[in-house]
């Protein structure tokens, strides 16, 4: 993860249907398992990390750190925090609680239990106990949430605490990064759930260097700073984390010999078949494909143009990509 905006746009479902039709025509990287030489991790083949469909994905471990901290952090508008500081408090309490487990379960509850992102908001404060002790707060506060149901979650939930505090909170939907955090600057929206490490790097803005790191107290401190210089403040990180990861499905995984690591996966894929189901953004993005070629050595046939979450999912355990840009809280690797 470098300077990016956060890579959570939906988009069509259509996307996934024209990657589909393309891999049924027999392009690169649709070509089926390898057979006997990819069973065997032999790279002669050419075709030994072709997809492979499965029902199971297998989160690959980034053993060489390519991505950084991403723990959930509140951050809220210079004024506000100024105006009252027991508003980035009252947000703390939430991070004091909240675990990676415990996101990966509220998505789930909206995403496949179907659910609303307010009812199982509501229901986490009142399991947590986040409604005690919280007091102090009046006037009213925007909650901003970006379009995707981890982001709404979070948002509901900090509105709920600050409800509980004596706030007039609501939920603001909003759009991307770029879209969002100037009106948390001028203080058109007071609060925001935001990650570690991609803000930092937002914020920073230099893709010639890297500010996060795999370092939490490293990358907060960093942030701190810069949050101060554009009109923000950040409070303190959650124990959970989003990051973005690499994915596979366990059948592919097993026809390599049982891999779980991406160097596994380059060593056992040396001979470019591996088919990539990202974001648009992932060939220029150094997290991403980049990312992977230069700290890994991975070499790609072709790179499917997919958003996160369920088209590349989908895409996944169809055998229309080998290995796909997930997010670490998506419930499907929990299963």
Do not use: H, W
């Not at 089926?32 to 297998?58: K, M, N, R």
Request: aromatic share 4%; charged share 20%.
């Amino acid at each position: 993860m470098r300077t990016r905006p956060r890579l959570r746009t939906i988009l069509p479902i259509a996307a996934l249907a024209a990657v589909l039709s393309t891999a049924a025509c027999g392009e690169s990287g649709s070509s089926g398992t390898g057979g006997d030489d990819a069973a065997s991790g032999s790279s002669a083949s050419g075709d030994a990390c072709a997809p492979v469909a499965g029902d199971q994905l297998v989160r690959l471990e980034d053993d060489k750190k390519l991505q950084t901290v991403d723990n959930i952090i509140p951050a809220v508008s210079a004024q506000a925090a100024a105006a009252d500081p027991d508003l980035i408090t009252t947000l703390d309490t939430v991070s004091a609680v909240l675990t990676t487990a415990d996101l990966t379960d509220l998505i789930d509850q909206v995403d496949n239990q179907r659910e609303s992102a307010v009812d199982v908001a509501a229901a986490y404060v009142e399991e947590q106990g986040l409604a005690d002790g919280v007091s102090g707060g009046s006037g009213p506060v925007a909650v901003g949430g970006a379009n995707f149901t981890e982001s709404q979650v979070l948002a509901n939930v900090y509105a709920e605490v600050l409800n509980a505090a004596g706030y007039t909170a609501t939920v603001q939907s909003v759009g991307n990064r770029e879209a969002y955090l100037p009106a948390l600057q001028r203080n058109e929206i007071q609060a925001f759930p935001e990650y570690v490490g991609t803000l930092t790097e937002f914020l920073d803005g230099d893709d010639a260097k890297a500010v996060a790191s795999s370092d939490l107290d490293a990358t907060v401190q960093a942030l701190t700073g810069l949050a101060q210089a554009n009109q923000l403040v950040v409070g303190e990180p959650a124990e959970a984390a989003d990051q973005n990861a690499f994915a596979i499905t366990e059948a592919l995984s097993e026809q390599l010999g049982g891999i779980t690591t991406l160097s596994e996966l380059a060593e056992a894929c040396s001979d470019g078949s591996l088919v990539l189901g990202a974001v648009s953004e992932c060939p220029t993005r150094p997290f991403c494909q980049p990312g992977l070629e230069e700290t890994y050595g991975l070499e790609f046939a072709s790179v499917e143009d997919l958003d996160l979450g369920g088209p590349t999912n989908q895409a996944l355990e169809q055998g229309v990509v080998s290995i796909g840009l997930v997010l670490s809280t998506d419930p499907a690797l929990a299963n």
